[in-house]
């Protein structure tokens, strides 16, 4: 059965695990809405990209009245 040969010292296990932090995501705002989206993306609060529309505007739906009997 295959062991260490020696142990490995705590730097050398941070110094591994620096590279697996978090990226900071670049948001920029809609041109259209001013809500933040990501870079090169739809915007899913308007529908546009480029300035131009591409599909429709979200609209929130009411929940269905039920009918009471």
């Known amino acids: 059965m295959g062991l260490p040969s020696k142990k490995r010292p705590k730097s050398e296990k ?3 695990r620096a590279a697996k932090k978090m990226k900071k995501i670049n948001l ?3 041109p259209r809405c001013q809500k933040p989206v990501l870079p090169h993306h739809l ?3 308007c529908g546009t990209y480029q300035n ?3 599909m429709p505007k979200r609209i929130k739906q009411q929940p ?4 009471k009997e």
């Open 64 to 67: 269905s009245q039920k009918k």
């Open 14 to 16: 941070r110094k591994r």
């Open 52 to 54: 131009r529309e591409v």
């Open 43 to 45: 915007c899913f609060f």
């Open 28 to 30: 920029s705002p809609c």
